[in-house]
């Protein structure tokens, strides 16, 4: 199953929750970040954007996202080296899941451009996570990411995303609340898988 939702919507929560319901859970978030630690990675992107991007050779991301939210081009290019490195990681990560005896009870993968990146197709079944704009804005804002407005206008709408996706849960109560919801989620995609 493919997991998304926008900048502070609870994706993460929501796979936490999920892993605790028995699934085996990815983040291509997390991917990212260990692909950083990667010296092929680090010299490409200090060769792109100079050595400010990785101080004393270790990345700083908030670097790494001024420079890349600085203009499309930039963006891109960063998208184009990550991604099928990232891909490489998820398709490993389903095919365990897949061999795993006995199977969990899902295996969900965490991706913020799930739809915008056309990854759809590849899972099963989707779920949007939302959440009230004002709640959504003040959680995101608390993270302290860099060009937070540049990554929003990069994605769809919440609105959106719930639209196309298979299942849409409103993360707008506490944490068990979102858990309870993600389990008839799962439960409505096994039933439907059959398994
Ligand atoms: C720009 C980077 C360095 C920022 O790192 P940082 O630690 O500040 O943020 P983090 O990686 O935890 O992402 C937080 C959120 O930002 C948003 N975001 C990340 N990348 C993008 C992007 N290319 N476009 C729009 N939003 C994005 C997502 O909502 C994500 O959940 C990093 O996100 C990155 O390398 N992004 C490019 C790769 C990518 O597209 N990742 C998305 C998943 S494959
Ligand atoms: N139902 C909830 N009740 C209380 N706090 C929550 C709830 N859902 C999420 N949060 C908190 O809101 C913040 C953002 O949530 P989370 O990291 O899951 O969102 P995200 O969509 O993964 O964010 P990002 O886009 O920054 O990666 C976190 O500090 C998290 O603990």
């Given at each position: 199953m493919g997991l998304t939702g926008g900048l502070g919507a609870g994706k993460s929560?929501?796979?936490?929750?999920?892993?605790?319901?028995?699934?085996?859970?990815?983040?291509?978030?997390?991917?990212?970040?260990?692909?950083?630690a990667d010296d092929e990675v680090r010299d490409l992107?200090?060769?792109?954007?100079?050595?400010?991007?990785?101080?004393?050779?270790?990345?700083d991301r908030q670097a790494?996202?001024?420079?890349?939210?600085?203009?499309?081009?930039?963006?891109?290019?960063l998208e184009q080296l990550l991604w099928p490195r990232v891909g490489a990681r998820v398709v490993a990560f389903r095919q365990a899941a897949?061999?795993?005896?006995?199977?969990?009870v899902a295996a969900v993968v965490e991706t913020p451009l799930l739809f915008e990146a056309g990854m759809e197709g590849a899972y099963?079944?989707?779920?949007?996570?939302?959440?009230p704009e004002e709640v959504r804005a003040a959680r995101a804002a608390a993270r302290g990411h860099a060009a937070v407005d540049e990554r929003a206008s990069r994605q769809l709408t919440q609105e959106e995303k719930a639209a196309?996706?298979?299942?849409?849960?409103?993360?707008?109560?506490?944490?068990?609340?979102?858990?309870?919801?993600?389990?008839?989620?799962?439960?409505?995609?096994?039933?439907?898988?059959?398994?």
């Amino acid at each position: 199953m493919g997991l998304t939702g926008g900048l502070g919507a609870g994706k993460s929560t929501a796979l936490a929750a999920l892993q605790r319901l028995g699934a085996v859970t990815l983040s291509t978030d997390a991917v990212v970040h260990e692909l950083y630690a990667d010296d092929e990675v680090r010299d490409l992107v200090v060769q792109r954007w100079g050595p400010e991007v990785a101080p004393d050779g270790v990345v700083d991301r908030q670097a790494v996202a001024r420079a890349a939210f600085a203009a499309p081009e930039e963006r891109q290019w960063l998208e184009q080296l990550l991604w099928p490195r990232v891909g490489a990681r998820v398709v490993a990560f389903r095919q365990a899941a897949q061999d795993a005896d006995p199977p969990p009870v899902a295996a969900v993968v965490e991706t913020p451009l799930l739809f915008e990146a056309g990854m759809e197709g590849a899972y099963d079944a989707t779920v949007a996570i939302t959440a009230p704009e004002e709640v959504r804005a003040a959680r995101a804002a608390a993270r302290g990411h860099a060009a937070v407005d540049e990554r929003a206008s990069r994605q769809l709408t919440q609105e959106e995303k719930a639209a196309r996706a298979t299942h849409h849960v409103v993360n707008d109560g506490d944490v068990a609340q979102l858990e309870d919801r993600l389990a008839a989620v799962l439960a409505a995609v096994t039933a439907a898988s059959g398994a």
